[in-house]
């Protein structure tokens, strides 16, 4: 499994930003999706999961009501549309993929296998 992140950057608070993550190596649309994110210094902590069929979601709730999650089965990509953004949003942002199919909506980092390379969010004040 290969996990492809995109889209980070340079944002000033207020702002919005969409990253992507394309995902190949097997049926994508079996396996649950997350979205994660790194601050310097910090642990790694969950943003938002979506499930295999992209009917349902959940959220940190840090990020309810400012982020979506969406994905798109037939392109093997999951995004996430980030609104509203606070300069505590600043952090690497990772997409990742659980081994085990029967995993749903798991917040816990060790729950996810594969992971992508990352992709640098900054908002500034």
């Known amino acids: 499994v290969q996990l492809q992140a995109s889209g980070g950057g340079l944002v000033q608070a207020g702002g919005s930003l969409r990253l992507s993550c394309a995902a190949s190596g097997r049926t994508f649309s079996l396996y649950l999706m997350g979205w994660f994110r790194q601050a310097p210094g910090k642990e790694r902590e969950f943003v938002a999961t979506?499930?295999?069929?992209?009917?349902?979601?959940r959220y940190a709730d840090s990020v309810k009501g400012r982020f979506t999650i969406s994905r798109d089965n037939a392109k093997n990509t999951v995004d996430l549309q980030m609104n509203s953004l606070k300069p505590e949003d600043t952090a690497v942002y990772y997409c990742?993929?659980?081994?085990?199919?029967?995993?749903?909506?798991?917040?816990?980092?060790?729950?996810?296998?594969?992971w992508g390379q990352g992709t640098q969010v900054t908002v500034s004040s």
């Open positions: 979506i499930s295999g069929s992209g009917g349902s979601s």
């Open positions: 990742a993929q659980p081994y085990d199919r029967s995993v749903g909506a798991s917040s816990m980092v060790w729950e996810y296998d594969y």
